[in-house]
Every structure is written in C-alpha cells, then in structure tokens.
C-alpha cells in the first residue's frame, strides 16, 4: 500500500474550487496529466466517469462520497499497473473566506510501491494551478 497527503490553501470560496472539480471537462486546465474526463451522469456519489491520462489508456472511475463544496473521491482500477487508486479530495472553508485543499491518495495492489509516487508526483503542482485557477476565477 501506498499513501499520500498534500494540503493548499486558496484564496478562493468553497464554491469556487467545486465549481472547477465539477465542471470535469475542463480539468485538463489545472492537471496538466489528464487528457480528458467524461462522466456517465452528474457529479454525484455513484456516477460512472472515465479518465484519460497522458500516456495511459482509458481509466474506469467512480466517484464516491460526494458531498457539495465539501469532498469527493474518485476510485479507479488500473489492472496494467495491478492497482487500485483512491483519490480523496476534500474541502475547508477558512475564516478569511478561502479555503483548504487537501488530497489524500492511497494506492492499493501489486504495482502500489512503484505506481503510488508516479500517481502523486505532480500533485502538488495540480493543487495549486487549482487554488489559483478557483482564486482567479471565483474569487474568496
């Protein structure tokens, strides 16, 4: 097993960093790895999607617990690498009117050891074209 967790802070409204994770056809704009994401429905617990990163082929995804402005999980299996993936994304409204963004990342199977650092290597980068993105766009 593999874990991962990374915290940003934008000066951004809640609603303006969901606004951005909802709208997943422009993720493409903030991660810079994923070519594209298509969901089978709304951005909803249950809702089936699939992503597309660079160099990979398509990702079977579900998003899981999603509960408005506050979090989300994305679950993906990717068998070539033998793994599993939960992507957790979660929301902090600040007293100042921003918000803080954490990730957490845990990577179960085989390929964990080896997949778990090339899945979250550039999610500190991610988070943070996010933040500036939402502070841009939706302002705190």
């Known amino acids: 097993m593999y874990e991962y967790e990374h915290t940003v802070e934008a000066d951004a409204a809640p609603a303006a960093v969901w606004a951005l994770y909802a709208d997943v056809a422009g993720w493409p704009h903030w991660d810079t790895s994923v070519v594209s ?3 089978e429905g709304s951005f909803a617990t249950g809702t089936r999607a699939t992503m597309t990163i660079e160099g990979m082929p398509p990702i079977a995804t579900v998003l899981a617990d999603v509960e408005e402005e506050r979090s989300f999980t994305d679950l993906s299996s990717v068998p070539e690498f033998g793994i599993e ?3 957790e994304h979660h929301l902090a409204p600040r007293p100042d009117g921003g ?3 954490t ?3 845990v ?3 085989p390929g964990a050891g080896k997949a778990g650092p090339m899945i979250t290597g550039d999610v500190p980068e991610t988070m943070r074209r996010l933040a500036g993105l939402a502070s841009t766009a939706g302002g705190g």
């Open 37 to 39: 994401m298509e969901l």
């Open 85 to 87: 993936v939960r992507f």
């Open 99 to 101: 918000t803080t963004l």
């Open 103 to 105: 990730n957490r990342v």
């Open 107 to 109: 990577v179960t199977g």
